[in-house]
């Protein structure tokens, strides 16, 4: 594999406050950036970006939906056309936004699929199974109060994943309250699902409350109405 080398300026540490004052403008700080894309060996864009800037800020990058924190980013993407979102906020405080259409045409580096719930080498201890509406039990993420779903690890939560459930024999009224095992939150309500594969991005909150390291209150989803087959529970990096 062809990897783009770039040279870059030295970068601030994740979370290390800025010490200059001043401000800089939208050009300066796209001058300092980059957002690349790794090459295959066919010549065509791979899966990985690699973005970085050297610009005084601290950095936040949106990779469709999922953020990373520092002035330094790597992330293994689907193929596709994306777009990543740099957020930066400058030492007097103003927040810059700059956005950076990426093209991932090849893999290069495949996913890896983390298996919670359902793995394939599992199948007889981890079957697929239908949770009744109104039944917090049914999947509370905990190897204690759950009926069926075990404890998420808290770097899953710390790293804020995105879970994908791969679901069958969805119905046409299903209606789903994302919240913790205490009820003492709701994070997503009234989430339709379809049938194959459906993500549910763990939010800082949610991690604090639900990880065993947080609050502890375990990640519950609950049927209002409607029924599905879950058949796993898993996350890609």
Not at 115 to 133: S, T
Not at 191 to 198: P, Q
Request: glycine share 8%; proline share 5%; aromatic share 10%.
């Amino acid at each position: 594999m062809l990897v783009a080398v770039c040279a870059f300026a030295a970068c601030d540490p994740i979370h290390e406050k800025i010490g200059n004052a001043g401000h800089i403008t939208l050009e300066e700080l796209k001058a300092k950036t980059t957002v690349t894309v790794d090459k295959a060996a066919s010549g065509l864009n791979g899966n990985c970006i690699t973005c970085q800037t050297s610009a005084p800020v601290n950095a936040k990058w949106d990779f469709a939906g999922k953020e990373l924190i520092g002035n330094y980013a790597w992330k293994k993407m689907k193929l596709g056309d994306h777009v990543v979102t740099l957020t930066a906020l400058c030492p007097d405080g103003t927040v810059l936004t700059a956005e950076y259409p990426v093209s991932c045409q090849e893999i290069t580096d495949p996913l890896v699929k983390y298996y919670i719930y359902g793995d394939p080498a599992k199948a007889a201890e981890e079957p697929p199974f239908v949770p009744g509406a109104w039944d917090a039990a049914a999947m509370r993420f905990s190897s204690t109060e759950g009926a069926h779903l075990p404890t998420i690890p808290d770097e899953v939560y710390f790293g804020l994943k995105t879970l994908i459930f791969d679901v069958s024999d969805v119905t046409d009224d299903f209606d789903l309250k994302v919240m913790n095992g205490w009820w003492s939150n709701t994070y997503y309500d009234h989430v339709k699902w379809t049938n194959g594969l459906n993500e549910l991005q763990i939010t800082d909150v949610l991690a604090a409350e639900c990880a065993k390291g947080g609050e502890g209150r375990d990640l519950d989803l609950m049927l209002y109405s409607g029924s599905m087959t879950l058949n796993s529970v898993y996350y890609e990096e």
